[in-house]
């Protein structure tokens, strides 16, 4: 008996068609990432590194409004470049003129604060930063020594209800800048090689109800680092000083119940 045209076309197919399975996962060619909801899509090109992110544009016609809406999440060491300054400026107000926001991170250079501190502001108070939760002036990986060490822009305390992570590198802070702020969702906090006087160190730390996360590395303005906190839980403290200043002479744990880690390097 001869086989019809269907038994040999499942014949044929039977030892080498490769169906779908659970055991073999999803080898169909379906794209079920985008079929996740909006948000989460969202909140996952918002942890992709800069330019990642943005170019999740191009996938598919699903995707290519979805960077407008997710988080933005800006961080300069993502960049192929990252140290030249004139068309990282070009690059950051492109990406501020067309992203709505709100913002998860921004993280720039600490020299902006002294060479593009116009930029610096001008991004600062941009709506696309509206609920920023990441902030960082990051000292680049090259020979640059800052010799003024900038108050950063008044602009960024707009963000201390909504910042969670945040770091000061190369700037000063001053007292009549942070005295009187809260900072109730502030989770991590590092200062390298900043410029803060002890009052105001131990204001800012008062200040932050939630803080889990304290590092200091190099210093200027302070000798005693006094640990007050119901939050903390690691703490990482530097004692010798950048521009050789005066070091740390005094750590003192007063009340830290949840303590876990405290680490002097």
Not at 2 to 23: A, I, V
Not at 42 to 56: K, Q, R
Not at 188 to 205: N, P, R
Not at 230 to 259: C, M, N, Y
Request: proline share 8%; glycine share 6%; charged share 20%.
């Amino acid at each position: 008996m001869e086989d019809t045209p269907d038994t040999k076309k499942k014949r044929f197919q039977g030892p080498c068609h490769k169906e779908s399975t659970p055991k073999e996962g999803n080898e169909d060619g379906v794209d079920h990432i985008s079929g996740l909801p909006n948000d989460i899509l969202g909140d996952i090109i918002s942890l992709l590194p800069t330019m990642d992110g943005a170019c999740t544009k191009c996938l598919s016609s699903t995707w290519s409004q979805l960077w407008f809406t997710a988080p933005l999440n800006f961080d300069y060491c993502d960049l192929q470049d990252p140290n030249d300054d004139k068309d990282l400026v070009s690059l950051i107000s492109r990406i501020f003129y067309a992203h709505p926001g709100p913002a998860r991170r921004f993280c720039i250079p600490s020299h902006y604060l002294c060479t593009n501190i116009d930029n610096v502001v001008t991004w600062l108070q941009s709506p696309t930063l509206n609920g920023l939760q990441d902030l960082e002036f990051h000292i680049p990986e090259v020979d640059f020594t800052l010799s003024l060490y900038p108050p950063p822009s008044a602009s960024i305390f707009r963000f201390s209800s909504t910042l969670r992570i945040v770091s000061f590198g190369g700037c000063r802070l001053p007292d009549i800048m942070v005295n009187k702020l809260q900072f109730p969702n502030f989770q991590q906090l590092a200062l390298f090689d900043a410029i803060i006087s002890e009052e105001t160190l131990h204001a800012m730390l008062d200040s932050c109800p939630a803080l889990e996360i304290l590092l200091m590395k190099y210093h200027e303005g302070f000798c005693c680092v006094r640990i007050n906190s119901r939050s903390l839980k690691s703490v990482g403290v530097h004692t010798g000083s950048f521009q050789q200043g005066p070091i740390i002479e005094e750590l003192i744990i007063e009340d830290a119940p949840l303590l876990e880690r405290f680490i002097i390097f």
